[in-house]
């Protein structure tokens, strides 16, 4: 089940962590020997993504961006990574913001004030603490805890694709190859590889 002290509100889900709350960007639900439940922040919905990548698990993804994991070596068990914000929900200002972020790479920081804003500079270009808010509380940034460092998430990064497939015009039975590509292409953060696996 998931953590008791999750907070759900009308557009986000809190997760309570070690440091703090943080924004969910996917329900994650184990199917198998037992059904559990649970959130995953951004980082670590990209984190758990790259090593099923790594250790060859089969990915799948639906029409609503729902990623199923399916362990190689444990078939009968399953992960399911459910977006907690509807990926149609991107606007274009969003988008464009989430591009900036992309764009800056490396370079993309989170910036706190003494008053406790949040803005996150993203090269040359600096996205303000309102319009930063509503992409992290979605769960389409990724923030590496303790560093500053945020990308876009696999959940932003299907959830731009989704925009841009609705603005191309293009078959909706591309859609579900297009997110998976979008949720593989999350560039793996240095240390992930350490964290013990979920299977």
């Known amino acids: 089940m998931a953590h008791p002290g999750t907070r759900y ?18 329900k994650e639900s184990h199917f198998g020997e037992d059904y559990q439940t649970g959130y995953l922040t951004g980082w670590e919905a990209d984190g758990m ?8 698990h089969l990915v799948a993804v ?29 606007t274009g200002r969003q988008y464009k913001d989430l591009a900036l972020i992309e764009a ?8 706190r004030t003494e008053d406790g ?13 309102a ?7 979605r769960g389409w940034t990724s923030e590496i805890p303790h560093t500053g460092r945020v990308a876009v998430s696999a959940a932003g990064r299907m959830a731009m694709v989704h925009r841009w497939h609705r603005s191309e015009d293009l078959n909706r039975r591309l859609l579900t190859g297009l997110y998976l590509d979008a949720a593989l292409s999350v560039p793996q953060a240095p240390g992930l590889a350490e964290i013990p696996p979920e299977d």
């Open 9 to 26: 509100r009308k557009d986000h889900v809190s997760t309570p962590r070690p440091w703090g709350y943080e924004y969910a960007a996917f």
């Open 49 to 56: 993504i790259g090593r099923a990548v790594k250790r060859r």
């Open 62 to 90: 639906d029409v609503l961006g729902t990623l199923w994991i399916t362990p190689s070596r444990r078939p009968q068990r399953r992960i399911v990574l459910t977006p907690v914000r509807v990926l149609a929900s991107l």
């Open 104 to 111: 800056a790479g490396s370079r993309a920081r989170i910036r």
């Open 117 to 129: 804003a949040v803005s996150i500079e993203a090269g040359m270009m600096s996205i303000p603490p």
């Open 131 to 137: 319009a930063a808010w509503i992409l992290r509380r």
